[in-house]
């Protein structure tokens, strides 16, 4: 009886771990060929100016493209790092920081934005459409385009975005010839 128990218990064990091993392949294989292909097209909206933001016209530009909610313990822990990132970049035009709220009230991820002193802009996807085009499994979620296009970073969960390897990989995008 000890033996049949033992058998059950390692062919348990055998088939959880080739299903860990199965997911994880995928994840890998779906994240390696999302970063390489083309960005989706999207449109969202600057809350406080209610501009239309269109990602054909932003071709040419390295994107920061972040989705977040105001309400996520992740999101607000990656949050300051985004903020010094948009900082260190402000005064190049070619690069775009895109935080799109996902699921959230415009009104309460605003607010959030400027209690806690960020100067980073409260973008709607007010269809979900930018959200269902990128595949969004959850956030945070971030890509990083580059100037031609094609996503050349998918993040899941949170990031340190202001740490030296993330600057001198946006920086490299920045240099790339379109």
């Known amino acids: 009886m000890k033996a049949k128990s033992l058998i059950l218990l390692s062919l348990f064990l055998i088939g959880v771990s080739l299903i860990t091993f199965s ?5 890998t294989k779906e994240k390696a060929t999302l970063e390489s292909l083309y ?4 449109e969202v909206e600057d ?12 071709k040419g530009k390295v994107l920061f493209i972040n989705f977040w909610a105001s309400w996520c313990s992740p999101c607000r822990e990656e949050m300051p ?5 948009a900082k260190h970049f402000s005064t190049n035009q070619n690069f775009v920081m895109l935080p799109i ?4 009230s415009p009104q309460d991820a605003a ?10 802009p409260a973008l709607i996807d007010k269809d979900g459409k930018a959200a ?9 979620e971030t890509y990083i385009v580059d100037k031609k296009g094609i996503i050349r970073k998918k993040v899941i969960g949170p990031s340190e975005w202001d740490s030296p390897d993330v600057l001198a990989f ?6 790339e010839i379109r």
Do not use: V, W
């Open 23 to 27: 997911l994880s392949r995928h994840d």
């Open 39 to 42: 960005a989706p097209e999207f």
């Open 47 to 58: 809350t406080a100016s209610g501009k239309k933001i269109l990602s054909s016209e932003l």
């Open 81 to 85: 790092s985004m903020n010094r990132l």
């Open 101 to 104: 709220i996902y699921r959230d």
């Open 111 to 120: 607010n959030y934005l400027k209690e806690n002193g960020f100067h980073l």
């Open 132 to 140: 269902r085009n990128f595949g969004l499994r959850g956030i945070p």
């Open 170 to 175: 946006i920086e490299s995008l920045l240099s």
